[in-house]
């Protein structure tokens, strides 16, 4: 049996707080291997070095490990403050001056570009991928005083009901809910299509492994009758799998008349008013949808292997349910152009009471087809380090001409949120008048006759 301290470093509060979920998961699997395990959340339990260590000392561990959810905020509006390894690496650095045991870090940032962070950081192993099998493995190992890699490749990736069921810390919990009304869970992980700026199929496997819905459903009931919990977000890549998976869920969830609400990402395709009917009333509340360009012709340059016209019948049977939908919609991707631009801000209107939250350009990240297509087209080099984040904007157009057209087109709308900080400006108000959670569904006003 080891002692592994396990830090949560993420301190992002856009556009909400998230439970450490990758955290729990792992401290699960490591209780269940047998270790003694003590989470701690630097967002919810302070970021004070001095606290930390006293914290670390007390718990006198034989591992040290840290999981690393965000690399920056994906806006290419944002400047350095929104990059935050610099701010993970004066951590480590930190606590490498007084810690003496191993640091080990992972999450999906790590995951996305391993090699480069691991050095970045410097620290002493780096678990590429899902940390259930890797991350006990790695404990044993140091234990018998094997010589280890900074490295640790991937595991066979684990079948749906081999995942661990997450640690759920009370003290965690209660901030959470307090903050964000909701915590977290996942339901499947990976992803069959291959959008091509997209890292989830690289994080999660290109196949959905589906977890048994009646392990999952057990688990709300926990979270519930335990931890108090009334809301969730399902953080799976995409909640409606096309062989309707998903419904089995829904259906479990409602035999067991949970009362709970939840709210996941949909892929805006292969879904209407029926699913959504029965979603409803097994407790889904908001739907924040995938949609990603807003003309067929970008769409087809992300590969979403969708046309506009599905996404609009998604749209539509959303408001005829009533339900609050949310579209992510980024401009300046490949193949936009003026036409494209004018197009895509048309159809938007189209989207009536729904949200639609617009990004400007794209961001690069390693591995994804985009990347390959930045290189081709000049934007940058093979060698160019994706570290600090760069973004991908369509040689056809002008940004500062696209993005004035976009805020044009927007003005005076209070669901068409463009530049991103709109939004996170909106939930700062929103958050002092007591709201919380997703918060953008209360800026959908269905109308009288749903449209
Ligand atoms: C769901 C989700 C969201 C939801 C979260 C809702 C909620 N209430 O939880 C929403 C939409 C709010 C969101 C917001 C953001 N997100 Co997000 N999100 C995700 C998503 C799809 C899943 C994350 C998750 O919870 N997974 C489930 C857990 C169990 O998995 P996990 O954390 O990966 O943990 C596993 C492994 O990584 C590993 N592991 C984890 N920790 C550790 C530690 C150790 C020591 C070890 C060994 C292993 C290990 O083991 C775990 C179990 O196998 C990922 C993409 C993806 N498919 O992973 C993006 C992702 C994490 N998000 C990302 C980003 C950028 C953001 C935002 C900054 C975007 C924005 N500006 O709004 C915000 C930040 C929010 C915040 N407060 O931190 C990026 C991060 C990459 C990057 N460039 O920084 C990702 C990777 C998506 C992407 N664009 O590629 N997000
Ligand atoms: S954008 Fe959605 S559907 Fe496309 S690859 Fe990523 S997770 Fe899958």
Redesign the pocket.
């Known amino acids: 049996m080891s002692r592994v301290f396990?830090i949560?470093s993420?301190t992002?509060?856009?556009?909400?707080?998230?439970?450490?979920?990758?955290?729990?998961?792992?401290a699960g699997?490591l209780q269940a291997a047998g270790h003694q395990v003590r989470q701690y959340d630097c967002?919810a339990q302070g970021e004070s070095i001095p606290q930390l260590l006293q914290a670390i000392e007390d718990f006198a561990p034989d591992l040290l490990?840290?999981?690393?959810?965000?690399?920056?905020?994906?806006?290419s509006f944002s400047g350095e403050d929104?990059w935050?390894l610099q701010k993970s690496k004066e951590f480590v650095a930190e606590l490498r001056k007084t810690v003496k045991v191993p640091i080990?870090?992972?999450?999906?940032?790590?995951?996305?570009m391993p090699e480069e962070i691991a050095e970045y950081l410097a620290v002493d192993h780096?678990?590429i991928?899902?940390?259930?099998r890797?991350?006990p493995q790695?404990v044993d190992r140091l234990a018998a005083g094997e010589a280890v890699p900074q490295l640790?490749s991937r595991n066979q990736p684990?079948a749906g009901d081999e995942?661990?069921a997450?640690l759920f810390d009370q003290e965690l919990v209660s901030y959470y809910l307090q903050q964000?009304g909701?915590?977290?869970l996942?339901t499947k992980?990976g992803?069959p299509y291959r959008c091509s700026y997209?890292?989830?199929p690289h994080?999660?496997g290109k196949q959905f492994r589906i977890r048994n819905p009646r392990l999952v459903v057990d688990e709300l009931e926990r979270l519930k009758q335990e931890h108090g919990v009334e809301r969730?977000?399902f953080?799976?890549?995409v909640f409606n799998d096309p062989h309707g998976e998903y419904l089995k869920l829904v259906e479990e969830m409602l035999s067991r008349d949970l009362g709970m609400q939840w709210s996941a990402?949909f892929r805006p395709q292969g879904f209407g008013r029926e699913e959504l009917a029965l979603m409803k009333r097994a407790g889904l509340y908001a739907l924040?949808l995938g949609t990603d360009a807003a003309a067929d012709r970008t769409l087809v340059g992300l590969d979403k292997r969708l046309c506009f016209t599905e996404i609009l019948e998604v749209n539509r049977a959303c408001l005829e349910e009533r339900l609050p939908a949310a579209h992510f919609v980024m401009f300046g991707g490949p193949d936009e152009d003026g036409a494209s631009l004018t197009e895509g801000l048309q159809n938007l209107a189209q989207f009536g009471a729904s949200v639609v939250f617009a990004f400007s350009g794209i961001?690069i990240?390693p591995g994804a087809p985009l990347h390959q297509r930045a290189i081709e087209e000049g934007i940058i080099s093979a060698e160019t380090s994706l570290l600090k984040?760069v973004y991908y904007f369509s040689p056809l157009l002008d940004r500062e001409w696209m993005e004035e057209t976009i805020e044009k087109s927007f003005y005076g709308q209070r669901n068409r949120i463009f530049p991103?900080s709109e939004g996170a400006k909106r939930m700062e108000v929103m958050t002092r008048f007591g709201f919380r959670g997703l918060m953008w569904d209360r800026l959908v006003r269905f109308p009288k006759t749903a449209q």
Do not use: K, W
Request: with cysteine; glycine share 6%.
């Open positions: 396990i949560s993420n992002t509060t856009d556009p909400y707080p998230v439970y450490p979920l990758g955290m729990a998961v792992v699997a967002l490990s840290i999981s690393l959810r965000n690399i920056d905020n994906v806006d929104a935050y080990v870090v992972g999450g999906p940032a790590l995951t996305i780096a678990v991928g899902e940390g259930e890797s991350l790695l640790i684990l995942f661990s997450p964000s909701m915590v977290n996942q992980r992803c997209c890292s989830y994080l999660e969730v977000f953080t799976d890549s990402f924040e961001r990240h984040p991103p």
